[in-house]
């Protein structure tokens, strides 16, 4: 089964966390996502995979060749030289393709059981088969208007409550015939959600919704983001835990040589290679440290994600934040909601105040 990943957004959502890094590559439980991704198609029979890249595509593809060379799935990147929308960068993929195809949203952390879905697209003989699940705000999401069967009538992109038909939204994750791709003009910025599925449905080619009811979840946004890093660490998603080893229910590390004793360390927690970690620090569940973090002594963390490469001075305390590789100085106060990017440096004793946001290489004296 061959599967094409769209990759190739901005991630603005996820500003500042992606100006520096693409959103493929965000760290969740101290796992790449795109690592994540490719154990999850390497356990649904995946013969080959396509991504469809634009921004950071030379960081994407020289982490492909890094981390996936003996993934065991070959992988082609297929690039746009400017963003062709969902629908053009699926008809740039054309080539490569076979018949029966998976498309799937890059920035979905998902256990979905792809051989039921294409099972379902076969057994229906439709021209596309989208994967739904219920959600509580359609503003977000792709709303189909779906029978009792899955047949599926309208598509309504991100429509407001009001105007929403049906609670049915769009996971990004399909399966597809080639035909669908005749439908495509080539070479210009196009929507599948805004114009070829209305155009496909209008012409009354079988449309299909295949209803799941697993763990999804999009991670574009640094709430969600953030959730995803939680969930993955609280045992929600079948099939992935974080990196490391279980050395106490809950708690995965990946060097235990760096943690020391006297350390309070509440579940969930995940923590990477190579850390140095002072003592009497406090990590109070669910928080994630990157690989090489220097944590100094006395530090408190709850509920926080720390990338690779971050330092966190002695006596400092943080609760629900996102700290990329950035440094922070001692006895700092990271108020809830916090998020400073990769790079950026924090003079010690800075105090910041709940949902402060700092861009790459910031500096706050
Ligand atoms: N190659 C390429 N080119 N990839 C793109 C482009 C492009 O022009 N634009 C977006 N992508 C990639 C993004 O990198 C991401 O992995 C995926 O396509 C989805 O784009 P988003 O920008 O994250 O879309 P969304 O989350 O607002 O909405 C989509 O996903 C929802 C489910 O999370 C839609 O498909 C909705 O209908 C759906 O409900
Ligand atoms: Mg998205």
């Given at each position: ?37 490719l ?13 469809a890249?634009?921004h ?13 060379a ?13 963003p ?7 008809v740039?993929c054309?080539?490569?393709l ?8 890059g ?15 076969r ?13 509580d705000d359609?503003?977000?999401y ?9 047949r ?31 439908f495509?003009?080539?070479?210009r ?5 805004k114009?070829?599925f209305?155009q ?9 919704a ?11 946004t ?16 079948s ?16 060097s235990?040589e ?10 969930p ?8 970690i ?6 109070a ?15 408190q ?13 002695s ?36 105090v ?8 790459p290489?910031s500096?706050?004296?």
């Amino acid at each position: 089964m061959q599967v094409v990943v769209l990759i190739g957004g901005l991630g603005t959502r996820l500003y500042p966390l992606t100006y520096t890094t693409p959103k493929c590559l965000l760290p969740i439980g101290n796992k790449h996502f795109l690592s994540i991704l490719l154990d999850w198609l390497k356990r649904n029979a995946v013969t080959d995979v396509v991504f469809a890249v634009s921004h950071f595509a030379p960081t994407i593809a020289e982490f492909i060749k890094s981390d996936l060379a003996d993934c065991g799935i070959p992988i082609t990147l297929r690039h746009e030289t400017d963003p062709l929308g969902s629908a053009g960068a699926l008809v740039n993929c054309a080539d490569l393709l076979q018949d029966d195809f998976i498309l799937l949203n890059g920035d979905v952390l998902m256990d979905l059981n792809l051989e039921e879905l294409i099972e379902f697209h076969r057994k229906n003989s439709a021209a596309v088969t989208t994967t739904v699940s219920e959600v509580d705000d359609p503003s977000h999401y792709g709303i189909l208007d779906v029978q009792e069967d899955g047949r599926t009538l309208d598509w309504q992109e991100k429509p407001t409550r009001e105007d929403a038909k049906s609670k049915w939204g769009n996971v990004g994750a399909w399966a597809m015939t080639k035909r669908v791709l005749d439908f495509i003009p080539a070479g210009r910025f196009t929507s599948l959600e805004k114009e070829t599925f209305p155009q496909i449905l209008a012409e009354g080619l079988l449309f299909y919704a295949y209803k799941f009811k697993g763990y999804w979840k999009d991670i574009g946004t640094v709430d969600k983001y953030v959730q995803a890093n939680r969930d993955l660490l609280n045992g929600v998603i079948s099939g992935l835990q974080p990196a490391g080893k279980e050395i106490q229910p809950g708690i995965w590390v990946e060097s235990p040589e760096c943690v020391p004793d006297d350390i309070q360390v509440t579940s969930p927690a995940a923590i990477g290679k190579d850390c140095r970690i002072g003592s009497g620090v406090k990590l109070a569940g669910p928080v994630v440290i990157g690989s090489d973090v220097q944590i100094g002594d006395g530090v408190q963390m709850a509920s926080t994600v720390v990338w690779h490469g971050a330092s966190v001075g002695s006596g400092t305390k943080m609760s629900s934040s996102v700290l990329g590789g950035a440094t922070i100085g001692a006895e700092c106060v990271l108020n809830p909601g916090c998020v400073v990017a990769t790079n950026s440096a924090v003079a010690d004793r800075s105090v910041l105040a709940s949902n402060t946001s700092l861009g790459p290489g910031s500096r706050l004296p």
